[in-house]
């Protein structure tokens, strides 16, 4: 019967807990085995209180390792769903057509997405450190002004309008802006802008609307 209660432990454990954690609880459990012949010499009275706490102790251990292990495995899961997430997140940046662009309090770019390249001209790294202001164009400044102002007055809102960006090569493009206040955040600590080249879309409809123009004022002409 004495031999029942570390076996029973073992068992317990075998269910609950890894073969490691059972290993080394079978071990504990043997070590004591060798002292089982002097509770024989105790009363019962003694006897059965004491096999009692060692069985109590026994399980608070297996409940123990259980919870612990239970625990690790949690974490394991969550690390792996969040690099997972961030290694799917990395991926859309990478390969989206749209620049994304986060620049600090003063209007320094702490990152550009790889879109860069060709929205701009530039390599994003070459791009770090300098301010977005020197790419605005001049007639645009005051639309940036208002919509930094406006991210700073309600940083949850999303703010969006139409800014001209200066490409290495190419003159100034014409861009769709999407910008959130993320200052707050301390894995941005930024203001994050989504760019969409818009210029191959507008100079269509300029031209069109220019063309509508002069045929409004040949008519007004004719009719006088």
Same mark, same amino acid.
Do not use: K
């Given at each position: 019967?004495?031999?029942?209660?570390?076996?029973?432990? %073992? @068992?317990?454990?075998?269910?609950?807990?890894?073969? $490691? *954690?059972?290993?080394?609880?079978? +071990?504990?459990?043997?070590? /004591?085995?060798?002292?089982?012949?002097?509770?024989?010499?105790?009363?019962?009275?003694?006897?059965?209180?004491?096999?009692?706490?060692?069985?109590?102790?026994?399980?608070?251990? %297996? @409940?123990?390792?259980?919870?612990?292990?239970?625990? $690790? *495995?949690?974490?394991?899961?969550? +690390?792996?769903?969040?690099? /997972?997430?961030?290694?799917?997140?990395?991926?859309?940046?990478?390969?989206?057509?749209?620049?994304?662009?986060?620049?600090?309090?003063?209007?320094?770019?702490?990152?550009?997405?790889?879109?860069?390249?060709?929205?701009?001209?530039?390599?994003?790294?070459?791009?770090?450190?300098?301010?977005?202001?020197?790419? /605005?164009?001049?007639?645009?400044?005051?639309?940036?002004?208002?919509?930094?102002?406006?991210?700073?007055?309600?940083?949850?809102?999303?703010?969006?309008?139409?800014?001209?960006?200066?490409?290495?090569?190419?003159?100034?493009?014409?861009?769709?802006?999407?910008?959130?206040?993320?200052?707050?955040?301390?894995?941005?600590?930024?203001?994050?802008?989504?760019?969409?080249?818009?210029?191959?879309?507008?100079?269509?409809?300029?031209?069109?609307?220019?063309?509508?123009?002069?045929?409004?004022?040949?008519?007004?002409?004719?009719?006088?």
């Amino acid at each position: 019967m004495l031999l029942a209660f570390p076996l029973v432990s %073992v @068992l317990m454990s075998a269910f609950l807990l890894s073969a $490691r *954690a059972t290993a080394l609880l079978a +071990a504990v459990n043997l070590s /004591v085995i060798p002292a089982l012949p002097r509770f024989m010499n105790l009363d019962l009275p003694l006897i059965v209180p004491s096999f009692l706490l060692f069985l109590i102790l026994s399980v608070l251990i %297996v @409940l123990t390792a259980r919870i612990i292990q239970i625990d $690790r *495995a949690r974490i394991a899961h969550q +690390a792996e769903a969040m690099a /997972v997430s961030e290694a799917r997140f990395r991926a859309l940046i990478d390969n989206s057509t749209d620049l994304v662009l986060v620049t600090g309090p003063e209007g320094t770019i702490t990152f550009a997405s790889p879109a860069a390249r060709t929205m701009l001209g530039h390599e994003p790294d070459w791009l770090m450190g300098r301010n977005i202001r020197t790419f /605005v164009h001049p007639d645009d400044e005051a639309t940036g002004r208002q919509i930094y102002g406006d991210l700073l007055a309600a940083p949850d809102a999303v703010r969006q309008g139409e800014i001209r960006l200066l490409h290495a090569t190419d003159g100034y493009r014409l861009c769709q802006l999407a910008a959130q206040n993320l200052l707050d955040d301390p894995a941005i600590q930024g203001f994050v802008g989504n760019l969409r080249d818009i210029t191959d879309i507008r100079q269509p409809e300029r031209g069109l609307t220019a063309i509508g123009r002069l045929n409004t004022a040949r008519r007004d002409v004719s009719a006088r």
